[in-house]
C-alpha cells in the first residue's frame, strides 16, 4: 500500500518522475520502437523503485490492468475471424459509395459512426472494429487513411466522454458520485454535442489538404465481397453478443474484458480456428507496451506524485467562491495529465481526494463533471493518451499504404490544437452553464 502522501514534493517523487520523463522521450523520440522503449522504462522504475524502497515487484504487477489488457487480446482475436470472411470488405464498399467521392463526407460519416457507437461501447473496441475498414476504404478510393483514422480515434475519445459506460474512468465517477446513466447523459451530452460539432470543424480545417475530391469511379459490387457467408454470420452472431452485453454489463457486474471473452469462446466454439494462426494475428507489440506502460504510472502513482497533485485542489475547493476556478483547473489539470499518463490511474487517484471534500461540506458535484470532461477530452493530445490512440497508429504502420504511418510528432501536430480547442469549448459551456453542473 502506498504509505501517507507529505504535502511537498520528495525524492521518491521526483526519482519516479525522472524515470517516466526519461522513458517517454525514449518513446516520442523513437530512438528505439515505443513497445522497446516501454518495456526499458518499466525495468528500470521496479528497478530504481526497489531500491529506494517505494515500488516493489508486486506492486508492479498490480499496477497492471488486466481489464483492459484482456479486453485488447478478446477483441483483436474476434476481428482476426471477422477479417477473412469479407465483412469488412462489405461496410468498406458501402462507405465508399455513399460518399460518392467526397473525402470530407466520408471523414464526418466515419467520425459520426464511431462517435455514436463509443457513447455505449468500450471506445477501444470501435476503432479494433473499424481502423481495419478504414484502411479497406482507403485502398478502394486510392487515398491516404492517415486523415481518417486519426479523425475517428479523437472523436471517438470525444463520443465517449458523453456517457456513464462510453470510457472506463466514467464508470468510476459514475460509482463515486452515485450518478446514473440518464444523469450522466443529460449532465455531460449538451456539452460533448458542442464540443464534438467543434472539433469536427478544426479536423477537417487541420486535414484540408488531405481531403481532396477522389475521382476515382467506385463500381465495385458489395455483395460480392463477402468470401464465406456462413463465418460471417457466425462471427457476427459473437459480436453481437459482446455488443448487447457491452449495453448492460455494468448491470450484470461483469468486467468488459470478461464480455468480450465470452464472444471469444462462442466464436471459438463455432469455427475451430487453428489456435497457432489465431494467436499469431494478436498484437502482442500493443498488449507489450499498455503493460509497461501501465508498470511505469504504477511506480509514479506509489511514489506519492499523483495523490500530491491531487492535494492541491483542496485549498480553492474548500472555498464555495472557488468553486468554478476549482472545476476548471481540475478539468485542465485532468486533461494533460491523460495526455501524459493512462488516465484511470489518475481517475483513481483524484476520487478519494474528491471525496474527502464532501466530508469538509464541499458541494463536489461540480467537480465530478469537470473531472469526466478532462479525462475524457485529454487523452486526444498525444499518441499514447488513450488506448485506441495506439490501435490505431499500428494500423497505419501495418497497412503499408504510403504516407499512412502516425508519428508521435505528427499526432502531437494535430492532437494538442485538438485538445486544447475542445478543452476551452468545454470550459467555455461549463462557465456559462455552471449552475446546471451544481
Given at each position: 500500500?502506498?504509505?501517507?502522501?507529505?504535502?511537498?514534493?520528495?525524492?521518491h517523487m521526483l526519482i519516479s518522475l525522472a524515470v517516466?520523463?526519461?522513458?517517454?522521450?525514449?518513446?516520442?523520440?523513437?530512438?528505439?520502437?515505443?513497445?522497446?522503449?516501454?518495456?526499458?522504462?518499466?525495468?528500470?522504475?521496479?528497478?530504481?523503485?526497489?531500491?529506494?524502497?517505494?515500488?516493489?515487484?508486486?506492486?508492479?504487477?498490480?499496477?497492471?490492468?488486466?481489464?483492459?489488457?484482456?479486453?485488447?487480446?478478446?477483441?483483436?482475436?474476434?476481428?482476426?475471424?471477422?477479417?477473412?470472411?469479407?465483412?469488412?470488405?462489405?461496410?468498406?464498399?458501402?462507405?465508399?459509395?455513399?460518399?460518392?467521392?467526397?473525402?470530407?463526407?466520408?471523414?464526418?460519416?466515419?467520425?459520426?459512426?464511431?462517435?455514436?457507437?463509443?457513447?455505449?461501447?468500450?471506445?477501444?473496441?470501435?476503432?479494433?472494429?473499424?481502423?481495419?475498414?478504414?484502411?479497406?476504404?482507403?485502398?478502394?478510393?486510392?487515398?491516404?487513411?492517415?486523415?481518417?483514422?486519426?479523425?475517428?480515434?479523437?472523436?471517438?475519445?470525444?463520443?465517449?466522454?458523453?456517457?456513464?459506460?462510453?470510457?472506463?474512468?466514467?464508470?468510476?465517477?459514475?460509482?463515486?458520485?452515485?450518478?446514473?446513466?440518464?444523469?450522466?447523459?443529460?449532465?455531460?451530452?449538451?456539452?460533448?454535442?458542442?464540443?464534438?460539432?467543434?472539433?469536427?470543424?478544426?479536423?477537417?480545417?487541420?486535414?484540408?489538404?488531405?481531403?481532396q475530391k477522389v475521382e476515382k469511379h467506385i463500381d465495385?459490387?458489395?455483395?460480392?465481397?463477402?468470401?464465406?457467408?456462413?463465418?460471417?454470420?457466425?462471427?457476427?452472431?459473437?459480436?453481437?453478443?459482446?455488443?448487447?452485453?457491452?449495453?448492460?454489463?455494468?448491470?450484470?457486474?461483469?468486467?468488459?474484458?470478461?464480455?468480450?471473452?465470452?464472444?471469444?469462446?462462442?466464436?471459438?466454439?463455432?469455427?475451430?480456428?487453428?489456435?497457432?494462426?489465431?494467436?499469431?494475428?494478436?498484437?502482442?507489440?500493443?498488449?507489450?507496451?499498455?503493460?509497461?506502460?501501465?508498470?511505469?504510472?504504477?511506480?509514479?502513482?506509489?511514489?506519492?506524485?499523483?495523490?500530491?497533485?491531487?492535494?492541491?485542489?483542496?485549498?480553492?475547493?474548500?472555498?464555495?467562491?472557488?468553486?468554478?476556478?476549482?472545476?476548471?483547473?481540475?478539468?485542465?489539470?485532468?486533461?494533460?495529465?491523460?495526455?501524459?499518463?493512462?488516465?484511470?490511474?489518475?481517475?483513481?487517484?483524484?476520487?478519494?481526494?474528491?471525496?474527502?471534500?464532501?466530508?469538509?461540506?464541499?458541494?463536489?458535484?461540480?467537480?465530478?463533471?469537470?473531472?469526466?470532461?478532462?479525462?475524457?477530452?485529454?487523452?486526444?493530445?498525444?499518441?499514447?493518451?488513450?488506448?485506441?490512440?495506439?490501435?490505431?497508429?499500428?494500423?497505419?504502420?501495418?497497412?503499408?499504404?504510403?504516407?499512412?504511418?502516425?508519428?508521435?510528432?505528427?499526432?502531437?501536430?494535430?492532437?494538442?490544437?485538438?485538445?486544447?480547442?475542445?478543452?476551452?469549448?468545454?470550459?467555455?459551456?461549463?462557465?456559462?452553464?455552471?449552475?446546471?453542473?451544481?
Amino acid at each position: 500500500m502506498m504509505t501517507e502522501t507529505p504535502n511537498e514534493l520528495t525524492a521518491h517523487m521526483l526519482i519516479s518522475l525522472a524515470v517516466m520523463l526519461g522513458a517517454y522521450i525514449l518513446i516520442f523520440s523513437e530512438i528505439l520502437h515505443r513497445t522497446s522503449s516501454a518495456i526499458i522504462g518499466a525495468v528500470v522504475m521496479i528497478g530504481i523503485g526497489t531500491a529506494a524502497e517505494f515500488y516493489t515487484q508486486d506492486q508492479a504487477i498490480m499496477a497492471i490492468d488486466g481489464n483492459t489488457i484482456l479486453l485488447l487480446t478478446a477483441m483483436m482475436m474476434v476481428v482476426a475471424m471477422l477479417r477473412p470472411t469479407g465483412g469488412f470488405e462489405y461496410v468498406a464498399i458501402v462507405l465508399s459509395k455513399c460518399s460518392r467521392g467526397d473525402s470530407r463526407l466520408l471523414l464526418i460519416y466515419l467520425s459520426l459512426a464511431v462517435s455514436l457507437i463509443s457513447m455505449f461501447l468500450d471506445n477501444v473496441t470501435t476503432i479494433i472494429i473499424f481502423a481495419p475498414i478504414t484502411i479497406l476504404i482507403a485502398r478502394i478510393l486510392e487515398i491516404n487513411p492517415m486523415p481518417f483514422l486519426m479523425a475517428e480515434v479523437m472523436l471517438a475519445n470525444i463520443g465517449g466522454a458523453a456517457t456513464l459506460v462510453g470510457d472506463p474512468p466514467n464508470i468510476m465517477i459514475g460509482t463515486a458520485g452515485d450518478i446514473d446513466f440518464t444523469r450522466f447523459i443529460i449532465h455531460m451530452g449538451p456539452t460533448i454535442l458542442l464540443v464534438w460539432s467543434c472539433t469536427v470543424i478544426l479536423i477537417l480545417f487541420l486535414f484540408r489538404k488531405h481531403l481532396q475530391k477522389v475521382e476515382k469511379h467506385i463500381d465495385l459490387d458489395e455483395t460480392k465481397a463477402i468470401h464465406d457467408s456462413g463465418a460471417l454470420k457466425r462471427s457476427f452472431f459473437s459480436l453481437a453478443v459482446i455488443i448487447v452485453l457491452f449495453f448492460v454489463h455494468h448491470h450484470l457486474d461483469l468486467y468488459p474484458a470478461y464480455v468480450a471473452f465470452v464472444g471469444l469462446c462462442i466464436v471459438l466454439a463455432l469455427e475451430r480456428p487453428e489456435p497457432g494462426a489465431l494467436f499469431g494475428q494478436v498484437n502482442w507489440s500493443v498488449i507489450a507496451f499498455f503493460t509497461s506502460l501501465f508498470i511505469i504510472v504504477g511506480g509514479v502513482e506509489q511514489s506519492g506524485l499523483l495523490h500530491w497533485i491531487g492535494l492541491q485542489f483542496v485549498d480553492s475547493a474548500s472555498d464555495p467562491e472557488k468553486m468554478l476556478l476549482t472545476g476548471l483547473m481540475l478539468m485542465w489539470c485532468a486533461a494533460i495529465m491523460s495526455a501524459i499518463i493512462d488516465n484511470i490511474p489518475f481517475t483513481i487517484t483524484i476520487i478519494p481526494i474528491v471525496l474527502g471534500l464532501e466530508t469538509m461540506g464541499v458541494n463536489i458535484t461540480p467537480l465530478w463533471w469537470a473531472l469526466a470532461m478532462g479525462v475524457g477530452l485529454g487523452g486526444n493530445g498525444t499518441h499514447i493518451g488513450a488506448t485506441a490512440n495506439l490501435i490505431a497508429i499500428t494500423e497505419s504502420e501495418r497497412c503499408g499504404i504510403k504516407g499512412a504511418v502516425i508519428t508521435p510528432v505528427g499526432w502531437m501536430k494535430v492532437g494538442i490544437p485538438t485538445m486544447f480547442f475542445s478543452l476551452i469549448i468545454a470550459s467555455i459551456a461549463y462557465t456559462l452553464f455552471f449552475p446546471t453542473f451544481m
